[in-house]
């Protein structure tokens, strides 16, 4: 019995001095930034979730060949991450812009904007890219006479690459009761707009330089503020959709 309870001590503590004890401290270093139209300066405006721009994190401080760490932009364009582990990073965006990192047909890189960084604390960077799509308020919304309201935007196009200079394929207009998620994957379906966009039609939006008049659906808005913002997109990339800044319109 004794010779027992011996061999089961020495099995026990054999166990434990196998037992691996993951003693890593957290992720806390930050990797903040932009992403801005080249020629304008602004922050392309974009949405949050699996439609809108999105930061790669490649970790190359171990491999040459890593699996890809994904996280979200802001709607405004601007995006930030507090936990992220010391290391060597590639770092780029995706969204509905020309692409920082394009290949060939067989897959070679041809052009690649993406910047690498050795993050030790904090790390800021600004990505400059040529979007699909600039869509421009023209002056405000309008609260008409029964209560719907009624918009006005230009739209043209954001780069000469005629590799992403498809038709415009849907024009729409958002209506919401929040700021934030104000876009094609969060909106009130009683009142916002959807329109399908016709070859020759966007032809003429693009090259006339045409303002486009959208107005909202279903009757009379809530007595309340409602924020509203148009989206637009090609069919090129993800099919993602480029936007104007929210606007709030108070309720008469």
């Known amino acids: 019995m004794k010779k027992l309870y011996i061999a089961l001590s020495l099995l026990i503590v054999s166990g434990y001095s196998c037992t691996k004890i993951d003693n890593y401290p957290a992720p ?3 990797i903040t930034g932009s992403t801005v139209d080249e020629v304008t300066g602004n922050t392309v405006q974009t949405e949050i979730g699996g439609g809108g721009t999105r930061v790669k994190l490649l970790e190359t401080s171990y491999s040459a060949n890593p699996v890809p760490i994904y996280f979200q932009s802001r709607q405004d364009g601007t995006f930030n991450n507090t936990k992220v582990f010391a290391a060597t990073y590639k770092v780029s965006v995706e969204g509905p812009f ?3 990192v394009q290949t060939d047909s067989v897959g ?8 690498t960084i050795v993050l030790k604390g904090s790390a800021t960077l600004t990505f ?9 308020w023209v002056g405000k919304p309008v ?3 029964d209560s719907t309201v009624s918009v006005q935007v230009q739209l043209s196009r954001g780069t000469k690459n005629p590799n992403y200079q498809q038709p415009i394929t849907n024009i729409n207009l958002y209506v919401s009761n929040t700021l934030i998620n104000d876009g094609n994957n969060n909106y009130d379906q009683r009142f ?3 329109t399908a966009i016709s070859q020759a039609k966007s032809d003429s939006i693009l090259n006339l330089h045409q303002i486009v008049t959208l107005k909202t659906t279903g009757g009379a ?8 913002r148009v ?3 090609i069919n090129a990339g993800l099919d993602e959709y480029n936007y104007n800044t929210p606007v709030l319109v108070p309720y008469p």
């Open 28 to 30: 806390s270093d930050t």
């Open 98 to 100: 020309v692409p920082i």
């Open 108 to 115: 070679n890189v041809v052009s690649d904007s993406s910047q």
């Open 128 to 136: 400059k890219v040529q979007p699909f799509l600039r869509i421009t």
């Open 143 to 145: 609260f008409n006479a």
């Open 192 to 194: 916002s707009t959807f």
């Open 221 to 228: 808005l809530p007595q309340q503020d409602v924020y509203f």
């Open 231 to 233: 989206g637009a997109r």
